[in-house]
């Protein structure tokens, strides 16, 4: 199979790519902080709470590299797409609970776009 993309297409995928970083960022450093805190119990847990800040921190820095076109976005998409991976997860662990279901879908968002880029600059 061989990728024949268009401009347009790559900069549509990397813009894609940034909104989902950028919205994941934001949805781990609120959850975590505004409400997994004041939920206390597993939700506040230092592995959970540790967790969805590396996300949050991976996406932002992520999202950088992407918006100043580093060359090196595809290693810091590749490290965003596991944690992403790994804080969806952990927030899927809390069971029925809208706030954190609502975190781990934008996480898997977020994985998806970001393995993309990763593989496709590789």
Known sequence: MTHNLTLNQVNQDVQQCIQNCLDCHSICLNTAVTYCLKMGGAHAEQDHIRLMLDCAEICQTSANFMLRGSNLHAHTC?????????????????????????????CRR?????RNMSMAMA
Not at 89 to 104: I, N, T, V
Not at 110 to 114: F, L, Q, R, S
Request: glycine content about 6%; aromatic content about 0%.
């Open 78 to 106: 590749g490290v965003c797409a596991e944690l992403c991976q790994r804080c969806a997860e952990s927030c899927e662990r809390m069971g029925d609970d809208a706030q954190m279901k609502a975190c781990a879908e934008m």
């Open 110 to 114: 977020c994985a998806e776009t970001c």
